[in-house]
């Protein structure tokens, strides 16, 4: 039920109905047992109906409930009945796995399996869908087919929890990804995890391109110092350059793909080593072997 009003009704006739011995008792899945209730008792032809209040509009009190009750009539006879309902007017929550809500914003080479758990009061209708968005072209997968999902339920009255996992071989391909999550609920909500959160990422394979450098191996630069210049590129975004002079490594300044450095006067050659590294994790590894700054 996801109207905006949800009041139940319970009905008790007899002729000889004892008022004071009805008792009512509400349980949630979720929100535990013994739940504090209101409404009122209206008397009706042959004996009495309790009409609860308005289930207050608030995610909070999405729960599977049950009702028991029971009631005597004066000789002692007795009846008792017991009922369940769902209150779903807020649809699905999403989840991420631990390693999966890693992904999202990042800049990656290799992307693990994605993990994506769903939980909802009642359990899906046959419309269901995983969505990735590549680039700017969309692509529906078929569950059991793309990915696997599976009914992850604690026990059968319990909350709906279905768990996605989407396989890593889907993001091979250099893009940029979307997921989102599709679903109809048997109270007719239609769930989309984008309302949850945005999952999107980019896949980046290759690694930083030199496009201009000024230093040489097997050469001998004149003066107290040396600046050296080196200009790259890449597919997303450079995170970090290293320069190294035999071993240690040397202060250096980068941005807008130029890196410059600057090398004092030795009485050796040395080994420079300039390293790129793109935001994937993406590496080019760069050696510059006998170079020697000197004013002699």
Not at 36 to 51: A, L, P, T
Not at 219 to 240: A, M, P, Q, R
């Amino acid at each position: 039920n996801n109207a905006d009003v949800i009041q139940p009704r319970l009905i008790y006739t007899d002729r000889f109905l004892d008022k004071d011995s009805i008792t009512i008792k509400v349980d949630g899945a979720k929100r535990g047992k013994d739940l504090k209730y209101s409404g009122k008792f209206v008397q009706i032809d042959n004996g009495w109906e309790f009409i609860f209040d308005n289930l207050p509009n608030s995610k909070e009190y999405d729960d599977i409930y049950t009702i028991s009750t029971s009631v005597k009539d004066a000789a002692g006879n007795s009846a008792m009945d017991e009922f369940q309902f769902s209150v779903n007017r807020f649809g699905s929550t999403f989840m991420l796995s631990d390693k999966s809500a890693e992904i999202p914003g990042k800049i990656l080479s290799d992307v693990p399996d994605v993990t994506i758990k769903e939980v909802n009061v009642d359990k899906h209708t046959d419309s269901y869908s995983v969505i990735i968005k590549k680039d700017n072209h969309n692509i529906e997968l078929q569950p059991e087919t793309d990915f696997t999902i599976s009914n992850t339920s604690p026990e059968p009255n319990s909350w709906s929890e279905y768990t996605s996992v989407i396989p890593d071989s889907l993001f091979n391909d250099e893009a940029k990804y979307n997921i989102s999550v599709h679903s109809v609920d048997r109270a007719g909500n239609i769930n989309n995890s984008e309302s949850a959160y945005d999952f999107t990422f980019t896949v980046d394979k290759t690694p930083p391109v030199l496009t201009k450098t000024d230093i040489e191996s097997n050469k001998v630069y004149k003066g107290k110092s040396h600046k050296f210049n080196i200009e790259f590129t890449d597919n997303t975004e450079i995170s970090d350059v290293t320069v190294t002079v035999d071993g240690y490594v040397a202060t250096r300044e980068f941005a807008d793909g130029k890196c410059t450095f600057e090398l004092p006067k030795s009485n050796q050659p040395q080994l420079v080593t300039v390293e790129l590294i793109d935001m994937a994790g993406n590496k080019t590894e760069l050696k510059y072997n006998n170079v020697l700054v000197t004013n002699n």
